[in-house]
């Protein structure tokens, strides 16, 4: 699972955190750990991790952009993220969400 926040309120960086989930039978869970990687290489982070790392500066230069109106899913590719939003929504009775 992948997941990328804010840094505060600095808008060159943010906190890219991933976290796998696998099962092990009972008492042979490995210890979990952190790893706060500097050098995010395909070595170290499989293809898809490195180039999802590779292309953030460019997002954050495109959000500064005036025509970046803010984020928005992809319909195709992120339906399910977009379906959760409006079970959840009307679960809360806060309304469907409004697109941007």
């Known amino acids: 699972m992948l997941s990328v926040a804010t ?3 600095d ?3 943010c906190i890219f955190e991933v976290y796998i989930l696998e ?3 009972e008492g042979a869970e490995p210890k979990m750990e952190w790893v706060h990687a500097q050098d995010p290489t395909e070595e170290k982070w499989r ?3 490195s180039q999802d790392l590779d292309n ?6 495109g959000m500064k952009s005036r025509g970046f109106a ?3 899913p992809s319909p195709l590719q992120e339906i399910r993220i ?3 939003h409006r079970m959840l929504a009307e ?3 806060t309304g469907t969400p409004v697109p941007i």
Request: glycine share 12%; net charge negative.
């Open 82 to 84: 977009i379906h959760f």
């Open 91 to 93: 679960y809360m009775g």
């Open 11 to 13: 808008p060159d960086s």
């Open 47 to 49: 293809l898809i991790l």
């Open 56 to 61: 953030i500066a460019e997002e954050q230069n």
């Open 7 to 9: 840094n505060g309120l």
């Open 70 to 72: 803010g984020p928005r």
């Open 23 to 25: 099962r092990y039978p």
